[in-house]
């Protein structure tokens, strides 16, 4: 009996060597891929690993952000839609009217259209979508039209009148909103409990099948007037754990990762036979935050020491391997409309130190600056299961070190990060902390309006100011931007906010990622990036007509 | 003491221990109940940025507020556990703050995957566990059962995500024989969509075997080979009956005693706790659905799950407790004498 | 019999030298293994045994101060928990049903529990750190094992030997001391083993899913990053995750040598065979 139990375990043995052998090979050798000419712009099936599940794919009940915003609008259309340079388009809407003042929207819309069950799609939609949208007002999409005065139908031409002017209107709801379809959501009450079936659109893809934390059916929508969509059928799987993703890439069972790559995975990916990388910019942000009402960081000497005592070079450098971008010490990304690219972070050790020296923080016994009898020795939050977050705070830790100030990181679950950040997500309820590691989503630089969110002091223009600055001088400039009627003056007034933000650092940008996502090219290679965004969006897989 | 030397008439004083049992299970289903529900709520954070999505900063305070009130968390906590148990008495898990899913819907769709995974994968550990464990207790102290004892060792030592992630390299990518993830791929009907079921479980399953055998290796190994020199054994040895029926008759029945015990123990515990696998291979079991339920704060999700999680240990248990005096008679006799 | 106790003395000495390692090691090398010494993913040189992690720090000085978090966990949680369970299910051995059933209750009530939420309870509201997560590993994993131990003494209980102390009147503590722990104390190795080698799987374990704290130097933390850094879809993975994997593996199977043959050679009803 032990005998033979002894020889199959010896095959055994050997079996598992051996595949670990060619493990190793098959890491190292599958490289040499053919140059394959043929970059397919469509395909019969797709598969797409999604890192979660994304909700029922309805305006209330997707899951906000990329890629759930992104799958939702495969199924639902808006008025306007942005183009992969983030301008624009028409969609719904054929075109758009703006008074001077900025008060007056007119949209002439398609005739052709029609949702997935059939019905015409018609201007009433659109007025009734308005009238849900500002009725249940837990999402997004209700906030601006808080300031709708009046909605008019003429012709199948939609003109919706607001009480105050605003320039970006168009970019940040018309372009946002999804249309609902009335004769579906009439009867909805409860829309944050929306079931899958009111998951119909005038989109270019319909929600065949949905399986929660599993998958996600979509089929083309052939009646589609407005472009040809370019995938027969979408399958979208939730795969939680990256590498397992990545893995079926290479298999060929997933057909585009949507979520990010590492910096260091995307060159050995890219190697690989069929895969190939979307890159681009990635409008969302990582930041050093400080508790700007709690001493000593109301001080606006000791935070400039701190920012010119990190080195944001040497972070891209290092935690994203030089793909990503340089925080610009105004906050808005380089490459975002309307930022002013002749602000620079500078790193100087020696200057921090002399700042510090200036203010009376002289080190102490054990090399920690002591300022007003106690130590600059702080605690650093940061998310613990962000990556690179938790790096760019060891080296923060590190680079402070050597101007005299102790940071220790503490890297806890995201909500308990959050209760002491932003608790409840309203900056009227306080704050508990020193320093954390912090960070904007791309959405954020879609609107000139966050900026002043950023550091207004009344809560409701400053929804987004967590530090709690208080400083007289942003506060003038970002009540200025709110005033502003024309789009051009609007973004004057956010070009001299982020002058402002550089000299009064209330927090410290540290840098932007570089987007890079992989996928088949040899299944499929129609992706557009969206400039902040990434490859997954109505324009990689429609293809407009005309 | 008194037990031992009280002589009640036999029937009743077991109809009073299963009473006296059944009692223990109710107050610690009760104070399990309470956990459930207290818990979620215990957490830091809240279930806003599920409920009002990532953007749940660009919503003023009112809407904000109106979001909480429509859940009911509002209100003070002991009404809310009133609502929670008066729902419960009618089976209603209430719903999901992400998407608004019956959570009884969503434990249903997950807990037969779980089931399938972890019932497939206990049962061949306990088999092989058992049969390897035999095998070394029986050889305990020779060259082969070291061998075997070394080896099993070995496979129970390594992390399950780590085995998976190698096993997903070696089979999924470079062998290109299984796939990668999930429960099924689309477009199989059938008996073909039955393979495919069958051709997703291979892997998860193989990593929990492989890393779970060793508790019921050891444990089996170990009362075997203490059964082996225990005087009824030496007895029948000793009458000349065949060492094959020694071994089947008077050494394995008193040696499962703790395996079984191991089984319940695993069955229950493994219900939540595939977890790391379930992650590994994004398989939609239970474990993922807590864990995503943790995650976004979804308190009914949350309550359903550690809830269905605390039943199962408990039956189990119980179980375990019930069936004791089936495999060991003289335990029974404990508390008749 | 020579080979089982010579796999013993085997992992006897492995777990020695490895607790050498933790001990003397950290200062043999004289850094604290957070300083950047090489590009970010350098891999493996003459100087740099196993290269270096995405921020330029070595991977071997990684490895070596490692072991103090894994082994530290693994002792203390180990400590704990045997503690617990030896004591619980001992005495559920052999109190009187009332107070054996309380206590077995209280049992299932702990496996009940769900163990993540907890987690991530504790390090918010105790604070980060080793001797914090310990705790908490130790009082959840104590429960299963004392239910064993409760098994072993009933077990230990129908020999007859106890029934024959308990019928001339000896006391709980008398047949606890006297007669049980000779039964229980060969169980207590392998309790103690099984938590040690649970401790360091699981703290791997929560550092691949994201709830371990990813700042604390230890084997899992290395393999978490190993793992968000996609070591296992390079090559890094031979020198990034497959040494502290391996280091893990040693320490459990050591462990799991060392306690069967202590467990073989405290078994009374294994004496003859010497």
Redesign the interface.
């Known amino acids: 009996m032990s005998h033979r139990t002894r020889r199959r375990r010896m095959y055994t043995l050997r079996l598992l060597a051996a595949g670990l052998l060619l493990a190793?090979a098959g890491?190292?050798g599958d490289g040499a891929g053919s140059p394959a000419a043929k970059e397919p712009q469509t395909a019969s099936a797709l598969t797409i690993a999604v890192g979660g599940d994304q909700g029922t794919l309805t305006p209330y009940t997707y899951r906000t952000g990329y890629p759930g915003y992104h799958l939702m609008s495969l199924v639902f259309d808006t008025l306007l839609v942005l183009d992969p340079s983030n301008q624009v388009t028409p969609l719904l809407a054929t075109g758009l009217t703006t008074s001077a003042d900025s008060r007056v929207f007119t949209l002439p819309l398609r005739t052709d259209v029609s949702w997935h069950d059939g019905e015409a799609f018609t201007a009433d939609d659109v007025v009734f979508s308005i009238d849900y949208y500002r009725k249940h007002d837990s999402v997004r999409f209700a906030s601006a039209l808080a300031a709708v005065e009046d909605v008019q139908v003429r012709d199948a031409t939609v003109v919706i009148t607001l009480d105050k002017p605003d320039p970006e209107f168009p970019v940040r709801q018309l372009a946002d909103m999804p249309i609902l379809a009335r004769h579906v959501w009439s009867g909805i009450t409860d829309p944050q409990k929306a079931p899958v079936s009111a998951a119909v659109g005038t989109g270019p893809y319909r929600l065949a099948g949905y399986e929660p934390e599993r998958r996600y059916e979509l089929t083309a929508n052939t009646a589609y007037p407005i472009g040809k969509p370019r995938v027969d059928k979408l399958s979208v799987s939730v795969i939680p754990q990256?590498?397992t993703a990545?893995?079926a890439l290479r298999t060929g069972e997933v057909h585009l990762v949507a979520d990010e790559?590492?910096p260091?995975?995307t060159d050995?990916?890219s190697a690989q036979q069929g895969v190939k990388m979307a890159t681009g910019s990635n409008f969302s942000s990582t930041l050093l935050v400080f508790n700007d009402g709690k001493a000593p960081f109301d001080r606006v000497e000791l935070r400039q020491a701190i920012s010119a005592a990190i080195d944001t070079r040497d972070l891209v450098d290092?935690?994203l391997?030089g793909q990503g971008t340089v925080g610009s010490p105004g906050f808005w990304h380089p490459e975002a409309p309307g930022a002013d690219t002749s602000l620079k972070h500078s790193y100087d050790p020696a200057a921090a130190a002399a700042k510090l020296d200036a203010l009376g923080a002289a080190p102490g016994a054990d090399g920690v600056r002591v300022l007003d009898g106690k130590p600059l020795s702080f605690e650093l939050l940061v998310y613990?299961?962000s990556?690179d977050r938790?790096?760019a705070a060891?080296?923060i830790t590190?680079m402070l070190g050597k101007v005299g100030v102790k940071t220790t990181?503490?890297?806890?679950?995201a909500d308990?990060v959050d209760v002491k950040v932003w608790p409840d997500f309203d900056v009227a309820k306080g704050r508990d902390f020193d320093l954390a590691m912090w960070g904007w989503s791309a959405t954020t630089m879609t609107a000139y309006t966050k900026l002043a969110g950023l550091v207004a002091t009344d809560p409701k223009a400053g929804s987004l100011n967590v530090t709690g600055v208080v400083d007289a001088e942003l506060d003038t400039v970002a009540k200025e931007l709110l005033a502003t009627t024309a789009l051009a003056e609007r973004q004057a007034a956010a070009g001299r906010l982020q002058q402002l933000l550089a000299q009064k650092t209330p927090f410290v940008t540290l840098y932007y990622p570089a987007g890079a996502y992989a996928y088949r090219g040899d299944v499929f290679a129609g992706w557009a990036y969206q400039q902040g965004w990434g490859p997954l969006n109505k324009n990689s897989l429609v293809a407009r007509h005309g | 003491?008194?037990?031992?030397s009280r002589p009640a008439p036999a029937r009743i004083g077991l109809a009073r221990?299963a009473l006296?049992?059944a009692g223990?299970?109710v107050?610690?289903f009760a104070?399990?109940l309470t956990?459930?529900f207290l818990?979620?709520r215990?957490?830091?954070g809240g279930p806003l940025r599920t409920l009002g999505g990532g953007e749940v900063g660009d919503l003023d305070p009112a809407a904000r507020a109106k979001v909480v009130a429509a859940y009911g968390l509002d209100q003070p906590l002991h009404v809310q556990f009133g609502r929670y148990l008066r729902d419960l008495i009618r089976l209603d898990l209430g719903e999901s703050f992400n998407g608004g899913r019956p959570v009884v819907e969503a434990i249903r769709e997950a807990l037969p995957w779980t089931l399938l995974l972890v019932g497939t994968s206990v049962l061949l550990t306990a088999a092989v566990g058992v049969l390897l464990g035999v095998i070394a207790g029986l050889r305990?102290?020779?060259?082969k059962?070291?061998l075997l004892?070394?080896g099993v060792?070995?496979f129970?030592?390594?992390?399950?995500?780590?085995v998976g992630?190698?096993c997903i390299?070696f089979f999924g990518v470079h062998l290109g024989v299984l796939p990668t993830f999930g429960v099924t791929t689309a477009g199989h009907t059938g008996l073909a969509a039955v393979g495919d079921v069958a051709s997703h479980l291979v892997l998860p399953v193989g990593v929990l075997v492989a890393t779970g055998i060793?508790?019921f290796f050891?444990?089996t190994?170990?009362s075997v080979?203490?059964?082996?020199?225990?005087p009824h054994v030496e007895h029948a040895h000793a009458r000349g009956i065949p060492h094959r029926r020694v071994v089947a008759r008077h050494l394995l029945r008193?040696a499962l005693?703790?395996v079984h015990?191991?089984l319940m123990?695993e069955l229950?515990?493994l219900v939540?706790?595939a977890?790391?696998v379930e992650?590994v291979f994004a398989y939609p079991g239970l474990g993922r659905l807590?864990?995503d339920a943790?995650q976004g704060r979804d308190y009914p999700t949350?309550q359903g799950?550690?809830l269905t999680?605390?039943v199962t240990?408990?039956v189990m248990?119980a179980l375990?407790?019930l069936t004791?005096p089936l495999l060991?008679p003289?335990?029974r006799a404990?508390?008749r004498? | 019999?020579r080979?089982?106790r010579a796999?013993g003395w085997a992992g006897a000495f492995l777990l020695a030298a490895l607790a050498a390692v933790a001990v003397v090691g950290p200062w043999l090398l004289g850094t604290d293994g957070?300083e950047?010494v090489a590009r970010?993913?350098e891999p493996p040189s003459a100087e740099r045994w196993l290269g270096a992690d995405?921020?330029?720090r070595d991977l071997f000085d990684q490895l070596v101060i490692g072991a103090r978090g894994s082994l530290g966990i693994a002792l203390l949680v180990a400590l704990a928990a045997t503690a617990a369970a030896a004591l619980v299910g001992g005495v559920a051995g052999l109190a009187?049903?009332?107070a054996a059933?309380?206590l077995?209750?209280?049992v299932?009530?702990v496996?009940?529990?769900?163990?993540?939420?907890?987690l991530?309870?504790a390090?918010?509201?105790l604070g980060?750190g080793l001797g914090v997560r310990a705790a908490v590993v130790a009082a959840l994993v104590w429960a299963?094992p004392a239910?064993?131990v409760r098994?072993?003494v009933?077990?230990a209980?129908?020999r007859g030997h106890l029934?024959a102390a308990?019928?001339m009147g000896a006391s709980?503590g008398y047949l606890l001391l006297r007669h049980a722990s000779p039964v229980v104390a060969p169980l207590l190795v392998?309790v103690f083993v099984?938590t040690a080698?649970t401790a360091i799987?699981l703290d791997?374990?929560l550092a691949?899913?994201?709830?371990?704290?990813?700042?604390i130097p230890s084997w899992g933390t290395m393999?978490h990053?190993a793992?968000?850094?996609?070591a296992?879809?390079?090559?890094a993975?031979?020198w990034w995750?497959l040494p502290p994997?391996t280091a893990?593996?040693?320490?459990?199977?050591a462990l799991?040598?060392v306690g069967?043959a202590t467990?073989?050679r405290l078994?009374p009803?294994?004496r003859?065979?010497r």
């Open positions: 190793v890491c190292a990256q590498q990545l893995a790559v590492p260091n995975l050995q990916l290092t935690i391997l613990a299961d990556p938790v790096r060891e080296l590190e990181v503490r890297a806890m679950d308990s | 003491m008194t037990v031992a221990a006296g049992r223990g299970y107050a610690v104070v399990a956990i459930t818990l979620p215990a957490l830091p305990r102290g020779r060259g059962g070291n004892l070394a060792l070995l129970d030592a390594a992390p399950a995500f780590w992630m190698l390299l060793g508790q050891l444990v190994r170990f080979a203490s059964a082996l020199h225990a008193p005693l703790p015990t191991q123990m229950g515990w939540g706790g977890l790391v992650t807590t864990f943790i949350m799950t550690f999680l605390t240990v408990l248990n375990a407790d004791y060991d003289r335990i404990r508390g004498s | 019999m080979a089982g796999a957070r950047r970010p993913y995405d921020l330029g009187p049903p009332w059933a309380t077995m209750r209280i299932d009530l496996l009940a529990l769900p163990f993540l939420p907890l991530i309870l390090a918010a509201f980060p299963g239910r064993l098994a072993g009933l077990a209980w129908s029934q308990r019928a709980a392998p099984r080698m799987v791997a374990s691949f899913l994201g709830l371990g704290d990813p700042t393999i990053w793992s968000v850094r996609g296992m879809l390079s090559d993975w031979l995750a994997g893990i593996v040693v320490t459990v199977t799991a040598l069967v467990e073989d078994n009803t294994l003859k065979d």
